[in-house]
């Protein structure tokens, strides 16, 4: 999630939020093999799309339950930060999403490629 946090960050995860599913959210994900901090960039039905904003690709599909909690603050450097950065935050979001659109229809092209469309 470079620039927003680095590993030494420290976070504090809002549970039972009625918006902790909004894409565009940083959320805690629960894995096989731990857990996850990244943005949520899309969805599809009952799955949910995540990606860190340093990344290209996408993290594999969560579903509602195991999205644990939306990141509230960070602790970086002695200083706390309130999420939303509105500016950056704000393009994060957009570049994310815009990402997440052209991947989703790179896979839509390639499925209808396979069955002779």
């Not at 002695?78 to 994060?92: G, R």
Request: avoid cysteine.
């Amino acid at each position: 999630m470079l620039p927003l946090l680095s590993d030494k960050d420290w976070v504090i995860v809002a549970v039972n939020e009625k918006t902790i599913r909004k894409i565009g959210n940083i959320v805690l994900i629960r894995q096989q093999d731990g857990s996850l901090l990244h943005r949520l960039v899309g969805r599809s039905g009952n799955l949910f799309y995540s990606k860190g904003d340093n990344r290209w690709h996408l993290d594999p599909p969560s579903k509602a339950e195991e999205i644990i909690g939306v990141l509230k603050e960070v602790e970086n450097k002695n200083q706390i930060y309130h999420f939303i950065f509105p500016i950056i935050d704000h393009l994060l979001i957009v570049l994310g999403r815009i990402h997440f659109i052209v991947l989703t229809l790179i896979r839509t092209r390639i499925e209808r490629l396979k069955n002779g469309q």
